[in-house]
């Protein structure tokens, strides 16, 4: 029968369509590369005012979308390779991929990160997945997650935690002697004749959609498989950074000096580096303690 499979009543030198049928492998690489070139696409396309065109928007508009979004997506195309064995793919791996590829081409935020959440899914829930296949599958799954998180379908909700934010600056100005009030998103130093509003972008909720993906990209470049036992990590990852936002918001509110030091001018690359500083250090510090090196190739456990 020469390896083919055949039905019965069929030649022995006809293959069916099982025979012919695209690798597993080939499949997952393809819708990589998809939703790939679709998410950078929409980070591309989007501007800011005094963006211009040209090369050097472009990679500033790259850079701007967060230094772990690049790393992700440097670990997912190092797996790439090693997504599935050389089995054929099945019809629901074929019609999913080519399903989140359509979503993708969509040129919003929110058709990224659903053709992402179905890759995702479709590479961690598949039977025949490789362990390096359910990492990229746990990789799409956070980008897709970071990505609803700082979309604008969500804004309505950081608002309300950038409420919140105002209350807990003004008290912390308190604290330092200031006379602060706050009126909604607004924080209105008194002593210094100085306000500022706390827009979606600056509320301390947005960064944790990038905190949650450094966690995890951290934690599989090191190695180590994901336990319950890193859950109290993350959550310290998270106050970590809410703290570091507050502390933010209180110099931004000092003064008007302050406010254009914090806001523009070196001290956002300060913050940047205070904020990738926590993203690195907390998922170092939950796999320090003794843990089991990463999964066999033949391991077919969530790695």
């Known amino acids: 029968m020469r390896g083919y499979v055949v039905s019965i009543g069929q030649p022995a030198d006809s293959p069916t369509l099982a025979g012919q049928r695209i690798g597993a492998r080939e499949v997952g690489i393809w819708g990589v590369l998809i939703v790939a070139v679709a998410f950078w696409a929409n980070i591309a396309r989007g501007t800011t005012p005094g963006d211009g065109p040209g090369a050097g928007a472009i990679l500033n508009r790259v850079l701007d979308s967060g230094a772990f979004n690049v790393f992700a997506w440097s670990l997912v195309f190092a797996r790439a390779s090693r997504i599935s064995g050389a089995e054929p793919a099945s019809r629901r791996q074929i019609w999913t991929t080519f399903l989140a590829g359509g979503i ?139 703290l570091l936002t507050e502390i933010r918001l209180v110099l931004l509110a000092i003064s008007e000096a302050n406010y254009l030091w914090w806001h523009t001018g070196p001290g956002v690359s300060v913050y940047a580096l205070a904020a990738l500083a926590l993203a690195v250090l907390f998922p170092i510090l939950a796999t320090r303690e003794g843990a089991p090196p990463a999964a066999l190739p033949h391991d077919r456990r969530v790695a």
């Open 104 to 242: 993708a081409l969509a040129p919003v935020q929110a058709a990224s990160a659903v053709s992402l959440a179905l890759l995702g899914g479709l590479l961690l829930r598949g039977r025949r997945v490789l362990p390096a296949g359910r990492q990229i599958g746990l990789m799409l799954l956070a980008l897709a997650f970071e990505a609803a998180w700082t979309s604008q379908l969500l804004a309505p909700l950081h608002v309300l935690v950038g409420r919140a934010d105002a209350a807990i600056c003004a008290f912390l100005l308190g604290l330092l002697h200031i006379e602060a009030v706050a009126h909604a998103n607004v924080v209105n130093n008194i002593s210094g004749n100085f306000s500022i509003v706390i827009w979606p972008p600056c509320a301390s909720s947005l960064p944790l959609g990038c905190v949650s993906l450094a966690f995890l990209t951290m934690v599989l470049y090191l190695g180590r498989p994901l336990r319950l036992r890193l859950l109290p990590w993350l959550v310290l990852a998270f106050i970590g950074s809410i």
